[in-house]
């Protein structure tokens, strides 16, 4: 009797190890998405910033709005950059001036000249994809050749074969920035895949509140946008730590 209920003992012991591993992976899994998704604090700004939109609108193709508003959310969150806009808002501050300049605006009005804010870093978002057809521009081969020319890239040739998988549900994207006074630039890689243990926690941190304000809705309500804006949340947090900041 004694002896069947030790072999009965091991048997349980035996059946309920994988799902006690299960638990913990379930667990350590949750851990790792939750700090995929936590944003950096910088002490201090790194600079100013502007952001650039690609010459391939490739998220059309996705029917999402411009990655603009991901990285407008990042730099204010974040606090490691100045953001100064360069798009529509020039073409209206330009009217401003037009009409100070023929006298049409109130007395004491200071649009003179002197005044915007200069920009020290552009950062243009884009995706990775091994071909022409995988809805955006072909920046494998591009970054190879960046690769022969430079050194300090992050990444390499061969894990920039991605690109956007919406049946698994992960993306591969980049982040270039350029130094507006030396040109010198950076490209870094970002990658996040969905799994089924975490995903939530990941995709509810307490930034993504932001996205509706900046015109990031299509990135919040579609699950390919929250991979999409978790890669690239991967990408910035290794922008940052390259250029040097302080993270609180």
């Known amino acids: 009797m004694r002896i069947i209920m030790m072999a009965a003992a091991a048997v349980a012991f035996v059946a309920a190890t994988p799902a006690m591993a299960g638990g913990d992976k379930s667990s350590g899994r949750k851990a790792q998405d939750k700090s995929a998704a936590e944003m950096p604090h910088c002490v201090r700004p790194l600079g100013t910033i502007s952001i650039v939109e690609p010459d391939k609108q490739w998220w059309v193709d996705y029917q999402l709005g411009s ?12 606090g490691c950059f100045t953001l100064v806009n360069r798009g529509r808002s020039m073409a209206s501050r330009a009217m401003e001036r037009a009409m100070a300049d023929n006298g049409e605006l109130r007395k004491g009005s200071n649009m003179g000249k002197a005044q915007v804010r200069a920009s020290d870093f552009f950062l243009e978002p884009n995706i990775v994809t091994s071909n022409n057809n995988s809805g955006g521009s072909n920046v494998g081969g591009a970054i190879g050749g960046i690769l022969g020319r430079r050194g300090g890239l992050i990444g390499s040739v061969g894990s920039l074969a991605g690109g956007i998988n919406i049946k698994k ?10 130094d507006a006074r030396t040109t010198e630039e950076s490209v870094v890689e970002g990658y ?3 799994t089924d243990i975490g995903f939530g926690a990941a995709a509810g941190a307490g930034w993504w509140g932001g996205f509706a304000a900046a015109g990031g809705g299509s990135y919040q309500n579609t699950q390919i946008g ?3 804006v978790l890669a690239y949340l991967d990408a910035y ?8 900041a302080q993270l609180d």
Do not use: C
């Open 192 to 194: 996040y895949r969905k």
């Open 169 to 178: 549900g992960e993306a591969t994207v980049t982040l270039s920035v350029v």
């Open 67 to 78: 990655p603009e508003a991901i990285l407008k959310v990042f730099v204010q969150q974040s």
């Open 226 to 228: 929250q991979v999409i």
């Open 237 to 244: 947090k290794k922008l940052v730590r390259q250029l040097g």
